[in-house]
């Protein structure tokens, strides 16, 4: 029974975050993909690639990661405590932006060189 429950949350998860990435014009399979679901992500958010490497390294990941999903919530138009949201509660968030309202924005100008 626990093992139900444990799909059930995960596939809620990954369809949570599909919907995010097709919402941003991202193929939806990417979100299933390790490590490219990050890049992507990172593609979203406007954030460079080179930001891999710090979600390699401990208690920089953490910052990233809530820089990355205050970066990505604002894309879609939510605020800074939508995106720690991301971040730390990914399993409720993702969901709630993937099948909300929400619309991406784009990104607002390219990346520095």
């Given at each position: 029974m ?8 995960v596939?809620?998860i ?18 299933i993909v390790?490590?490219?679901n ?7 958010a ?19 990661a ?10 879609f138009?939510?605020?800074?405590g939508?995106?720690v ?6 399993f409720?968030?993702?969901p709630i932006?993937?099948?909300?309202d ?12």
């Amino acid at each position: 029974m626990r093992g139900l429950i444990f799909l059930a949350i995960v596939v809620g998860i990954i369809a949570g975050i599909w919907k995010v990435f097709t919402k941003a014009g991202k193929p939806g399979w990417a979100a299933i993909v390790p490590i490219y679901n990050l890049i992507i992500l990172l593609e979203i958010a406007g954030k460079p690639l080179w930001w891999f490497i710090l979600f390699l390294i401990p208690i920089a990941n953490l910052v990233a990661a809530i820089l990355v999903g205050i970066a990505v919530a604002q894309k879609f138009g939510k605020g800074s405590g939508f995106g720690v949201g991301l971040a730390l509660l990914g399993f409720i968030f993702y969901p709630i932006l993937g099948f909300g309202d929400a619309k991406y924005q784009g990104a607002s100008q390219p990346p520095p060189v």
